[in-house]
């Protein structure tokens, strides 16, 4: 099965800091990949995802992740953050071969500080 | 209408009683999914229905049943649970013959079980 792996549970970063949130995924075959965020008590969001088009992928919040083949990462970043920013943010797998079959890494807690 | 709703929101059951939890969408999506979601853990998978059809059953004790009457609604029956069947209980929807399609999450349904 598929699977990603986030490094870092929990990221802290002044208002203002750039934002990187690390994701890796483990296929031979690329998959197709997701970043949601959940913030408290409150289902999941979808923030972007990368389906084979292109590699920089923008989504919404000013959010951005880069498909990188080489180095098996989808990493999420902002370029400034903001205290609204403070979520539950998970990375997420479906494979080409099983449409259906959605995979969550274990999550990073993403604080802002003012 | 991109929505995915579920009720209740919150519940409190015995372990000896019997409850249902509701999810509906009208997005036209013919996939459908339920999520288990621990305290600060990623969701996991419990069933998918595709086409109304039960496709992904990821050995979730029987007193879990799922049941999708058609292509908008979906529950899940609940029946002598224990303890530590207590989370945040998501529901998903998504187009299953679109690759790479995004899923589409309700705001889950928080269950107590004494």
């Known amino acids: 099965a598929q699977s990603v792996t986030q490094l870092g549970s929990h990221v802290s970063v002044s208002e203002g800091a750039l934002v990187l949130l690390r994701c890796n995924y483990s296929?031979?075959?690329?998959?197709?990949l997701f970043w949601y965020v959940q913030y408290p008590n409150q289902g999941l969001q979808l923030l972007l995802k990368?389906?084979?088009?292109?590699?920089l992928v923008k989504g919404i919040n000013g959010f951005e992740a880069e498909f990188k083949k080489s180095e098996t990462s989808f990493h999420l970043t902002k370029p400034s953050a903001h205290m609204s920013d403070a979520a539950e943010y998970f990375c997420?797998?479906?494979?080409?071969?099983?449409?259906?079959?959605?995979?969550f890494g274990a999550g990073t807690r993403l604080t802002v500080k003012p | 209408d991109t929505e995915v709703t579920q009720t209740p929101k919150h519940l409190v059951m015995g372990m000896t009683n019997k409850k249902s939890l509701k999810c509906e969408q009208h997005?036209?999506?013919?996939?459908m999914y339920w999520y288990k979601q621990k305290a600060k853990k990623p969701p996991e998978l419990m069933f998918v229905?595709?086409?109304?059809?039960?496709?992904i059953n990821e050995s979730v004790p029987s007193r879990f049943s799922p049941e999708c009457p058609n292509s908008s609604l979906l529950n899940l029956h609940l029946h002598a649970l224990q303890p530590e069947d207590s989370a945040l209980y998501l529901c998903?929807?998504?187009?299953?013959?679109?690759?790479?399609?995004?899923?589409?999450f309700g705001p889950g349904t928080r269950l107590t079980v004494l």
């Open positions: 998903a929807s998504s187009r299953p013959r679109l690759a790479g399609g995004q899923q589409f």
């Open positions: 296929s031979s075959v690329p998959p197709y």
């Open positions: 990368y389906t084979s088009a292109a590699t």
């Open positions: 997420a797998v479906i494979s080409k071969y099983n449409n259906n079959d959605m995979r």
């Open positions: 997005m036209g999506h013919r996939a």
């Open positions: 229905y595709s086409y109304e059809k039960l496709s």
